[in-house]
């Protein structure tokens, strides 16, 4: 589905890249952690949303890494001021829900956004 | 819906308080950020983290949640597990990712918008 | 480890500042800009930045200050990072997956999931970790290149 979608499926603000919301997104993770949008980004590219609460510059240098398509914050957080520019010079849309990571998952989820991962091996 | 229809629905794997599997689930809550959890969870939810250190125990019994899940393949460290077992808050793991945990809790009726 | 009487085609140093939480990952992203830059494959970068990112992390996490060197010969890239501060009392307990020292604070800016060094070792071709209590930390990696050159 597209970030236009996407933005009216969580009541989302779209922060930052207007013009880009006919994206196409398909899988989803969710991180809070640093470490996690590291690991779990693995599997992820252009089509991927990184769903968190994580506002400051560090998501948008890890989110960089895999070249991520766009990132959603959960809680009606909002990110700083450096974090807005550090996503519009690497052109990471940057989206807003005033809804909880966890109703933001299942809301996603239900609408056919799959995970970047599905589980670990030796589960 | 109680903790252990979640248990039984997902096959999730136990790890603490087996004896409280009964508590009702009011919903679900998302979050690795302690600080977060205090503030917005609300009692009887199903807290799903990475977290695994025994502070996890300490806030869900705080907040009077209903268990945690550990997604990813985590698992909680001893010290978690023997604080669990004392508080008595049900610590159970999943080998699935957040997204997809939540997504298909949610399908099972899990709702994460806050009661009114 | 292989040793460097490689051909060394570039070098480059950079300064981490210890606690400087908010902009960790900016010395990798520099990083992954050079090696994109080089016309590296898309998985050689992409290994090399998440080893890179994990240990800018640890180093701001953990440390007061570090360097991180990039080197990059034709059959391989290197990094080494160089940090002052208190050490790693048991190294192999710190390679654990989960295992984290990491304060409240640390964890409440989405930090010290305990993965760090697991994720450098599952990215890298050879990993060195050393460590004085007291004065810091030495962390060497390697990513072979399979008889690709850069370009």
């Known amino acids: 589905m597209t970030l236009k979608e996407i933005k009216d499926i969580l009541s989302a603000e779209v922060i930052s890249g207007d013009h880009d919301l006919e994206k196409e997104i398909k899988y989803c993770f ?56 550090l996503a519009i010079e690497n052109q990471i849309p940057l989206l807003a829900t005033p809804y909880i990571m966890f109703e933001t998952c299942g809301r996603l989820y239900q609408h056919g956004l799959r995970p970047s991962i599905a589980r670990i091996k030796n589960g | 819906m109680t903790v252990f ?42 807290w799903i983290t990475i977290q695994n ?39 159970l793991v999943s080998p699935l990712f957040t997204f997809e945990l939540v997504g298909r809790l949610y ?4 709702s994460g918008m806050s009661p009114c | 480890m292989a040793e460097a009487e490689e051909n060394i085609r570039f070098h480059a140093m950079f300064h981490i500042e210890g606690g400087n939480f908010m902009n960790a990952g900016a010395i990798s992203s520099r990083v992954k800009k050079i090696l994109k830059e080089a016309g590296f494959p898309g998985k050689i ?27 990059i010969t034709p059959s391989f890239l290197k990094v080494v990072i160089k940090d002052e501060g208190i050490g790693i009392p048991d190294v192999n307990l710190a390679m654990t997956e989960g295992y984290s020292t990491a304060n409240e604070k640390i964890r409440e800016l989405g930090f010290g999931a305990g993965m760090g060094l697991a994720n450098i070792k599952k990215n890298t071709d050879e990993m060195i970790l050393t460590s004085k209590l007291g004065q810091g930390t030495h962390l060497e990696f390697i990513i072979y290149l399979d008889g690709q050159n850069e370009g």
């Open chain 2, 53 to 91: 250190h025994p502070n996890i125990v300490a806030v869900a019994t705080m907040k009077e949640l209903a268990g945690i899940i550990l997604t990813g393949g985590r698992e909680p460290d001893a010290d978690t597990i023997q604080k669990a077992e004392e508080e008595g808050i049900p610590i």
């Open chain 1, 30 to 85: 969710a991180a809070d952690l640093l470490s996690d949008v590291l690991a779990l980004g693995r599997g992820s590219g252009v089509l991927t949303l990184l769903i968190t609460g994580i506002t400051h510059p560090q998501v948008i240098y890890a989110s960089n890494i895999f070249d991520l398509g766009a990132i959603i914050f959960v809680r009606g957080k909002r990110p700083t001021e450096a974090t807005l520019q």
């Open chain 2, 107 to 110: 399908q099972i009726g899990i």
């Open chain 3, 45 to 71: 970068i992409r290994r090399t930045s998440i080893a890179a990112f994990e240990a800018e992390m640890n180093v701001i996490c953990y440390a007061n200050q570090g360097n991180l060197s990039l080197l």
């Open chain 2, 5 to 46: 229809d979640i248990v039984k629905s997902f096959g999730l794997q136990m790890r603490a308080g087996k004896d409280r599997l009964l508590g009702e689930v009011t919903g679900g809550y998302t979050s690795d950020l302690l600080s977060d959890v205090i503030a917005h969870s609300h009692k009887g939810n199903i």
